[in-house]
Nanobody
């Protein structure tokens, strides 16, 4: 059974940084692509960043390029999202995501609030 647990969210001032973690279990983590999504109140869920199984290929939505970095530790079964230069518009519930065996799996999410 796929299990994703996010952590690391919190309240941060504009310009600050946070590092999100997603601990994965129940599947062969090192063989699958992983993603971070976010959903702000009243808005649709959107992809933030994606990383290939080996970690050599990453993709970002344009609004976070140069500020966010996705990475993974296949030995630990963990994917990270380093978020720098945070803006109020980054405020959202952040989710870890994997598509496996024709099925989407999500974590419970971790709240990120950027406010002064």
């Amino acid at each position: 059974q796929v299990h994703l647990v996010e952590s690391g969210g919190g309240l941060v001032q504009p310009g600050g940084s946070l590092r999100l973690s997603c601990d994965a279990s129940g599947f062969a983590f090192s063989y699958v692509r992983m993603s971070w999504y976010r959903q702000a109140p009243g808005k649709e869920r959107e992809v933030v960043a994606t990383i290939s199984d080996g970690g050599d290929t990453t993709n970002y939505r344009s609004s976070v390029k140069g500020r966010f970095t996705i990475s993974r530790d296949n030995a630990k079964g963990t994917v990270y999202l380093q978020m720098n230069s945070l803006k109020p518009e980054d405020t959202a519930l952040y989710y870890c995501y994997v598509f496996l065996r024709n099925q989407s799996s999500w974590g419970q999410g971790t709240q990120v609030t950027v406010s002064s």
